[in-house]
């Protein structure tokens, strides 16, 4: 079946379910000219051939069963619904499974949530930074997060409108659940500013660096992931470990590595509350802090100073 016979059956199917039978080939014939001769985008000609036919059946277009309703992100609370949601293509992860053709993060001005499309849902992949109405999809929940899912009733239709993500000045708590590799101790070109990647900038090649102290990390606060960027002011604050202490620690065991490793096994799986800004892709963290609920924390750090 060739993608217009797939929209005509589509198109049959929406008004069968609303008890009316029509013509597939007249529709299909229809599409074609749209989209082929005329160029016309697949969602326009979609509503002009929609449109065409209420008039030709003389009912209003609340007659047809329609979309699933129209929610936000921060709407999606429970699993099993169906649901649209108009929101743009955040981030697409690396799909490690056969089963799943696109996974990764869509979001609106309220949220931001994890979408899956199934292989079987046979849709046309969406693309980072794109918007999309994503109609009749279905919540779920996954590890206690909700996410959405793209089956094969689900339509994808891209859209003019600019969605826009949440407020850009975040203020959030959640855990920590990931830190890259490219984190730690990090050497950057003198003359760019660029992360080098074994002793390379991507730009000028092999040149003359600095040493420098980051963490590039996830924090999940439940409801969203938070890509942050912590920089040597907010590592030090929060281990100890600045950039002295880092260069120390990796001349002396001859690996600098042994810094990360070290952030990990500090900072992982703790608990923050941080404000940042959002840039084009990360948080730019500002402040940050652990989240104490008790008088635990300060028992640590004295415990720490103590044996240290
Ligand atoms: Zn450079």
Redesign the pocket.
């Known amino acids: 079946m060739d993608r217009i016979q797939k929209i005509a059956e589509e198109i049959v199917e929406k008004f069968k379910k609303s008890g009316y039978e029509i013509n597939r080939k007249d529709v299909y014939k229809r599409l074609k000219l749209l989209i082929e001769e005329f160029k016309v985008p697949e969602s326009e000609a979609i509503r002009t051939v929609e449109n065409y036919l209420i008039k030709e059946l003389d009912i209003s277009r609340d007659k047809l069963v329609s979309d699933s309703p129209l929610v936000k992100v921060e709407d999606i609370k429970t699993p099993g619904q169906w649901v649209s949601l108009k929101a743009k293509v955040v981030q697409l992860w690396d799909s490690s499974s056969p089963n799943v053709s696109q996974v990764g993060l869509i979001g609106d001005e309220t949220g931001i949530i994890k979408f899956v499309i199934w292989a079987k849902a046979n849709k046309p992949e969406v693309e980072e930074g794109k918007s999309y109405l994503f109609a009749n999809v279905v919540t779920d929940s996954f590890g206690g997060r909700m996410q959405v899912n793209v089956n094969r009733n689900s339509r994808i239709e891209e859209i003019d409108e600019d969605i826009q993500l949440p407020p850009r000045e975040v203020e959030a708590v959640g855990a920590l659940v990931a830190i890259q590799q490219n984190s730690g101790l990090i050497r ?7 992360v ?1 990647t074994k002793g390379i ?5 092999k ?1 003359e660096a600095y040493d420098d102290l980051r963490v590039k990390g996830v924090i999940d606060d439940g409801e969203s992931y938070y890509e942050v960027i912590l920089n040597q002011d907010n590592i030090k604050y929060l281990t100890g470990i600045g950039l002295e202490e880092a260069i120390e620690m990796a001349k002396k065991h001859y690996d600098r590595e042994v810094v990360l490793s070290e952030l990990k096994n500090r900072l992982l799986g703790r608990y923050f509350r941080f404000t940042g800004r959002k840039g084009e892709r990360y948080f730019i963290v500002n402040e940050i802090d652990f989240l104490r609920y008790d008088g635990k924390e300060k028992a640590e750090e004295l415990l720490s100073k103590l044996s240290g």
Do not use: A, S
């Open positions: 950057r070109c003198k003359k760019c500013n660029r080098l900038c991507p730009v000028h090649g040149t």
